[in-house]
């Protein structure tokens, strides 16, 4: 059973917009900070952006800031990154996480990870 069910992606053009979403099936999202990561390839995965527990606030990776949005909806159990102004060099698989009762996302501490998504910017 899937407890973390991702989806959204898919092929867009440089300057577009995509939107990513995770809902949690088997536990209860506002119990955990969560975050976004991805994976291009070659690379390691990173963190691009993170709500902690209990937090009003969102951190993101310089590379994505001003751009992306990560929110998160505790009454469904959802979160969601709404990416625009989409680049080639943000081409990779997208990861949600949840992380547990932390104040950051940190890549090691993910307790539940989505399947994956991928976004491709291409003209």
């Known amino acids: 059973q899937l407890q973390v069910v991702e989806s959204g992606g898919g092929l867009v053009q440089p300057g577009g917009s995509l939107r990513l979403s995770c809902a949690a099936s088997t536990f209860a999202l506002e119990d955990y900070a969560v975050g976004w990561f991805r994976q291009a390839p070659g690379k390691q995965r990173e963190e691009i952006a993170c709500i902690p527990y209990g937090g009003t606030y969102q951190n993101y990776a310089d590379s994505v800031k001003g751009r992306f949005t990560i929110s998160r909806d505790n009454n469904k159990s959802t979160m969601s990154l709404q990416m625009n102004s989409l680049k080639a060099e943000d081409r990779a698989v997208y990861y949600c996480?949840?992380?547990?009762?932390?104040?950051?996302?940190?890549?090691?501490?993910?307790?539940?990870w989505g399947r994956g998504a991928q976004v491709t910017v291409t003209s």
């Open positions: 996480g949840a992380v547990g009762r932390a104040a950051e996302c940190v890549i090691t501490r993910v307790k539940y």
